[in-house]
């Protein structure tokens, strides 16, 4: 009988552990029904507060709480005391509440999206029309170089013992700062880079002179501007769009001196002087009759200059005739505090935009670029591409791509920098400055660049390349 009563007890104690489980259960899933629903509405309550359309039907946590209260105690004053009976799980009949199409906010701005890859475009507008004829017609100042006897001309005239001779010594002497450097490091410049770095030097030293007022040929007084005449047909020949018209400051001579604005390289060769026009036009074609990759760099604020490619770099280099500069392109935004909106390179090879290579910080250093959309300077930089490279080998079309890939990786790379540098000048306690900021790879950050040195100090000042940062005098010629 003992055993009986035992055996009878033991199921009532599983029972009861089993009814407190469930019913333990039923209340959890209950409460975590009440928060779910009460988070739905303050969702639904915040989204109408946004959009201003009505909000979903309401369940209300007060009376979700009252009906988990009563179904509480229902459950819990029915609880049976026969060991057989066991407390039904009650099925959760609340719903979370549907999100009423309504209630839908507005689609975000996709002012953001601007900055996206764009897609080239025609040009549609007049303004967009005369901007390509424009460039198109800069984009034959390269092809120029390519004439055989003008190369021999050129070559002719370089005095080529001098200038490899120098570039075998500096290669050298980079090559011996790389050893000492241990395995693993190159020279900076290659042989070619040094030929190029000689050849500068020669044609700013000795070769080319700068031209501010012309002196008088009659008595080699001093001269001052008087405006601009038509050039004469023998000045057209040889490619003088413009000739700037100079009076002589002496008492009693009051003679004339016109400066021709030559285009013509052969031309360049002979007269060997002008300003910035014919400095970079002269120098790049001595460039390439050394065998150089040439570009010929248009900016829109009035100045070019010459890009060469270094093969030991594998990317364009900046160099400046008449600043004797090389590879220091924030020469012109920094140094010179030159605001500039376009900078193209022409090559025989087709056109691009490197406007980034040379305006780090367009907020800081740029202009407005409002000749015409940036989808339609791609189309046109794309456009004189397929033209230069139409006769080209497929091999040497796709070693081009792959090198107009990785300028674009650089030249992307700039404005990370800028960027970076622009959020790291925001953060408390920053330094601030560029210097900062994530780094590209190129030695012209380690420069410090520095105002105009060609021209006179008035001419400088009124084209505002000082380094002051005033703007340019708009009455005054340029290049």
């Known amino acids: 009988m003992a055993d009986r009563g035992q055996t009878r007890r033991e199921p009532s104690s599983t029972l009861n552990n089993d009814l407190t489980e469930d019913w333990s259960h039923d209340l959890r899933l209950q409460f975590?029904?009440?928060?779910?629903?009460?988070?739905?509405?303050?969702?639904?309550?915040?989204?109408?507060?946004?959009?201003?359309?009505?909000?979903?039907?309401?369940?209300?946590?007060?009376?979700?709480?009252?009906a988990s209260s009563s179904s509480s105690s229902s459950s819990s004053s029915h609880t049976p005391s026969s060991p057989g009976h066991r407390i039904p799980r009650k099925p959760i009949t609340s719903r979370p509440p549907t999100r009423n199409l309504s209630t839908r906010t507005l689609p975000?701005?996709?002012?953001?999206?601007?900055?996206?890859?764009?897609?080239?475009?025609?040009?549609?507008?007049?303004?967009?029309l005369k901007f390509r004829n424009l460039l198109m017609s800069l984009s034959k100042t390269p092809t120029h170089y390519e004439n055989?006897?003008?190369?021999?001309?050129?070559?002719?005239?370089?005095?080529?013992?001098?200038?490899?001779?120098?570039?075998?010594?500096?290669?050298e002497i980079l090559e011996a700062q790389a050893a000492s450097l241990g395995e693993g490091h190159k020279a900076e410049w290659g042989y070619q880079d040094c030929v190029i770095r000689?050849?500068?030097?020669?044609?700013?030293?000795?070769?080319?002179?700068?031209?501010?007022?012309?002196?008088?040929q009659t008595c080699f007084s001093p001269t001052v501007a008087s405006g601009m005449t038509p050039p004469l047909p023998d000045e057209q020949a040889?490619?003088?769009?413009?000739?700037?018209?100079?009076?002589?400051?002496?008492?009693?001579?009051?003679?004339?001196?016109?400066?021709?604005?030559?285009?013509?390289?052969?031309?360049?060769?002979?007269?060997?002087?002008?300003r910035c026009g014919e400095w970079a036009n002269c120098f790049s074609m001595l460039c390439r009759a050394v065998g150089a990759r040439v570009r010929w760099i248009w900016n829109a604020e009035d100045h070019v200059w010459t890009e060469v490619y270094s093969e030991q770099q594998k990317r364009w280099i900046h160099v400046d005739a008449c600043e004797e500069s090389w590879d220091n392109p924030r020469l012109y935004a920094e140094g010179w505090k030159k605001p500039m909106s376009y900078c193209i390179a022409f090559s025989i090879d087709g056109a691009t935009d490197v406007t980034r290579r040379y305006v780090r910080n367009p907020a800081k250093h740029g202009k407005d670029r409002t000749r015409a959309p940036e989808e339609v300077i791609l189309?046109?930089?794309?456009?004189?591409?397929?033209?230069?490279?139409?006769?080209?080998?497929?091999?040497?079309?796709?070693?081009?791509?792959?090198?107009?890939?990785?300028?674009?990786?650089?030249?992307?790379?700039?404005?990370?920098?800028?960027?970076?540098?622009?959020?790291?000048?925001?953060?408390?306690?920053?330094?601030g400055g560029a210097a900062s900021a994530v780094s590209v790879t190129s030695s012209d950050d380690d420069k410090s660049p520095a105002g105009r040195q060609s021209g006179s100090t008035e001419w400088i000042q009124a084209r505002g390349e000082g380094g002051t940062g005033t703007g340019p005098d708009p009455s005054r010629e340029g290049r």
């Open 32 to 66: 975590e029904q009440l928060l779910r629903t009460k988070r739905l509405n303050e969702l639904a309550e915040r989204s109408r507060s946004r959009s201003g359309s009505p909000a979903p039907r309401d369940n209300s946590p007060s009376s979700t709480h009252h």
């Open 108 to 128: 975000p701005s996709y002012s953001s999206l601007r900055n996206l890859p764009k897609i080239p475009s025609p040009p549609q507008d007049a303004a967009s």
């Open 148 to 171: 055989p006897g003008l190369l021999d001309e050129a070559l002719s005239i370089i005095p080529l013992d001098r200038i490899y001779s120098e570039a075998q010594e500096e290669s």
């Open 198 to 216: 000689s050849l500068l030097r020669w044609f700013k030293r000795v070769f080319f002179s700068w031209v501010n007022n012309p002196p008088c």
């Open 238 to 274: 040889r490619g003088a769009q413009r000739v700037e018209l100079y009076r002589c400051t002496a008492q009693g001579c009051g003679a004339f001196e016109r400066f021709p604005r030559y285009g013509d390289v052969w031309t360049l060769l002979q007269v060997r002087k002008g």
């Open 379 to 431: 189309y046109i930089t794309d456009e004189i591409r397929k033209m230069r490279r139409e006769n080209l080998s497929k091999q040497e079309r796709m070693r081009l791509i792959k090198e107009d890939d990785r300028e674009e990786k650089e030249l992307r790379g700039y404005a990370v920098q800028a960027l970076a540098s622009e959020v790291t000048n925001m953060l408390p306690g920053s330094p």
